[in-house]
């Protein structure tokens, strides 16, 4: 008989799962065997993995299952998951719904497979009859500034069309789908209202619910995970960078929005396309995720992911985020805060041609050592509010479409706590946190 205890204590979180193989009456307490077969001590974040393995002689043996249990293997101080698979690699599920089909896809630089071949290589290898690339936001290489207008292209590698959906064509055209059968979705989220990679989803369901197209997304890990926070959009307030009444954190992945806006039929006119989510397999939603590419250009690493909605909200300020660094999305500051032990001065970079305050030195914080956020955090707009030298001209007409309601903004005008400004959340996140659980594949713990 065999019993498996694995023991993971992170920073505040203690996760303890017992595995067992059979009944634990009928084991002789005196025939134990301990064995300590390892002790990995991480620094600060991470893990103390202590495996025990206990033996009975006159047990009764089981059949193994283990090929459903999650594996962890440590390797140059990671943790990787080699049986959590995306649904770029749960083929076996979709690769038969796209024989014989003429086959669009949706992606950019993230549709991987975990042994790091683009979906778009691997799909062609299958020989499955692909038509054309549709590249959101930031193109198919994912290179492109925030906002630039991208133009339709040809792949240099495989010689497929690349049809842009940013700028005027956000929606595919009838004519760019009168030769599809099928279209596959798969782009990395990061679980944001305002990342535009669910608003370009929200435009090809409805493309292909108006032109009977199946659409396949496959899903991929949330990176901030089950994070639900910020203020409701309210409608009048719609755009690209806000579609649907949802919190600024929705804590679900791609394939689970999907679903909702199907489900809760926020396409014109409340029409449903044909969908089918591709699962990731062996994940939960509390599961660390650590991206193996860049999302997009200003989104370098895990940390400048976590803090991306609460950092975001300075686009729409004269504060900067860092595009124009190699720290995006993990420091502010402007010239208009006081001078302090911190500066930056941004230059153009890869997905930053001509950030804010090109060449102007800006003193503000740095956060990319803090430890990793919980919640949509306003400690640090707040504070660049009440230090600004130039009150006047610190919000800008973007910052309401980012927040998705005029009230934030009054709100720290007024001095507002942000305990108080929590407070007056939480009426809409529980009527989210309601309507979301209809649409969720994965557990939440």
Known sequence: MAVTAILIIGEETLLLSFLVATNLLAIKYSKFKLFMLSKLVFKNTFLFLVLFV????????????????????????????????????????????????KTGIVTNQS?????????????????????????????????????????????????????????????????????????????????????????????IM??????????????????????????????????????????????MTIGEYAQMINGEKWLKEGIQCSLQVIPCLNYTKNLPYVLPVKPS??????????????????????????????????????????????????????????PLYNNVICYGEDLTQIQKVKQL???????????TTNKPKFFTTFFTKLAGTKKLQEQIEKGVSEVEIRTSWKEGLQRFKEMRKKYLIYKEN
């Open 54 to 101: 206990f033996s009975c002689g006159n047990s009764v043996k089981k059949k193994d299952t283990s090929e459903n249990k999650l594996e962890l293997k440590i390797t140059s101080n990671k943790v990787l998951y080699h049986e959590l698979k995306t649904g770029a690699d749960n083929y076996e599920r979709y690769l038969p719904l796209l024989k014989n089909k």
């Open 297 to 354: 250009p200003n989104l370098p690493n895990a940390q400048a992911i976590n803090l991306y909605a609460s950092l975001c909200f300075f686009e729409g300020t004269n504060v900067s985020v860092g595009r124009g660094t190699n720290n995006q999305f993990q420091i502010y500051g402007s010239p208009y805060l006081p001078k302090s032990d911190y500066s930056f001065t941004p230059k153009p970079n890869e997905g930053a041609k001509d």
């Open 377 to 387: 955090e306003l400690k640090w707009l707040i504070k660049a509010y009440t230090e």
């Open 111 to 203: 549709g991987i497979l975990n042994d790091g071949t683009h979906l778009v290589d691997f799909l062609l290898s299958k020989k499955v009859d692909l038509q054309k690339i549709f590249a959101p936001e930031h193109g198919f290489r994912g290179t492109a500034d925030a906002g630039e207008t991208i133009k339709n292209d040809k792949d240099i590698k495989t010689g497929l069309p690349i049809i842009s959906l940013y700028g005027t064509n956000k929606k595919p055209k009838a004519e760019q789908l009168n030769d599809i059968d099928v279209l596959v979705f798969d782009l990395q989220d990061v679980g944001a209202r305002f990342y535009t990679y669910i608003s370009s989803l929200h435009y």
């Open 206 to 251: 409805e493309a292909c619910a108006e032109n009977n197209i199946i659409l396949i997304v496959l899903d991929r890990p949330n990176p901030n995970g089950n994070i639900i926070d910020g203020p409701i959009l309210e409608k009048e307030h719609h755009s690209f960078v806000g579609m649907h009444s949802i919190p600024v954190l929705h804590g």
